[in-house]
């Protein structure tokens, strides 16, 4: 059966600091596990990271999301790679955070290609995307998957 989605695009201005929305990735470990957002666009950006990070499968009651990008990470890097890469993101974002606007995906399997005989069995994955489209400015997350599987996350 086929679930009619609404896009929703909230806003939230911060008229009210004290309304907390969500939660921020990672976790905290001190005093406070949990360090909560603000307004939607911060709580999208999180939504965002950990959409990217979750294997389809993972999440209980929602096996269906998620992206997976952990397993393209040992198939040999190729153009091929890189495009379906990018469609699994793209085919991910527009199901499950219809609000994020993707400007750009760049796949590589190198940060620089100056290292990239140091660097082997990596994939390098940067996405420029809005959130906010009344704002002029556009945001970025930085995805670094190495050879032992882990995925740093880095961004604005």
Avoid at 5 to 16: A, H, L, M, T
Avoid at 18 to 37: A, D, E, H, V, Y
Avoid at 99 to 124: H, L
Wanted: glycine share 6%; proline share 3%.
């Amino acid at each position: 059966m086929a679930i009619n989605r609404k896009e929703y695009r909230i806003i939230q201005s911060d008229v009210n600091p004290n309304k907390k929305i969500g939660i921020m990735l990672p976790f905290g470990n001190g005093k406070s596990m949990f360090r909560l957002t603000n307004t939607t666009e911060q709580q999208l950006y999180y939504n965002l990271i950990n959409l990217l990070l979750t294997n389809i499968g993972e999440r209980y009651h929602q096996p269906a999301f998620g992206t997976n990008l952990r397993d393209m990470l040992f198939e040999n890097y190729t153009e091929e790679v890189a495009d379906k890469i990018k469609g699994i993101i793209n085919k991910a974002i527009s199901f499950w955070l219809p609000g994020i606007d993707v400007i750009n995906i760049s796949v590589t399997d190198s940060i620089n290609s100056n290292i990239r005989d140091i660097m082997t069995n990596s994939i390098y994955i940067k996405m420029d995307f809005i959130i906010d489209p009344n704002a002029n400015h556009y945001r970025t997350i930085t995805l670094f998957a190495n050879s032992n599987g882990s995925i740093n996350v880095s961004g604005n």
